[in-house]
């Protein structure tokens, strides 16, 4: 499995970023996209990953970490075996490495980082004050 992560910047306070996961590889072609979580989670220097945000397979049950409720938005595009992270009214504290990862489930089996399959090389989100 491959998931390329994408859309990451420089961004001042208040500001928007849209971030993209591009899935591909041989698990999505015996376990398709449209089938599967599809998450985000974020790190900073000397800390785990945090959870951020998941989707389950259909796009229609969207799950958020409370920092971000209200200001960030997932949705997936099944057609482009892609999904998005849409970021609104960032914060400085909302800097870090941004991460996609993959759940091969329906619905999340949960929203600590092991319990994810796969994950994509990260981006960097920097929100200057």
């Known amino acids: 499995v491959q998931l390329q992560a994408s859309g990451g910047g420089l961004v001042q306070a208040g500001g928007s970023l849209r971030l993209s996961c591009a899935a591909s590889?041989?698990?999505?072609?015996?376990?398709?996209?449209?089938?599967?979580?599809m998450g985000w989670f974020r790190q900073t220097s000397g800390q785990g990953r945090e959870f951020v945000a998941a989707i389950n397979f259909s796009g229609d049950l969207p799950y958020y970490a409370d920092p971000v409720k209200g200001r960030f938005t997932i949705s997936r595009d099944n057609a482009k075996d892609t999904f998005y992270l849409q970021m609104n009214s960032l914060k400085p504290e909302d800097t870090a490495t941004y991460y996609c990862?993959?759940?091969?489930?329906?619905?999340?089996?949960?929203?600590?980082?092991?319990?994810?399959?796969?994950w994509g090389q990260g981006t960097l989100v920097t929100v200057s004050s």
């Open positions: 990862a993959a759940d091969m489930s329906a619905y999340p089996s949960g929203l600590e980082s092991e319990k994810w399959d796969y």
């Open positions: 590889g041989r698990s999505f072609i015996e376990r398709p996209f449209n089938t599967n979580s």
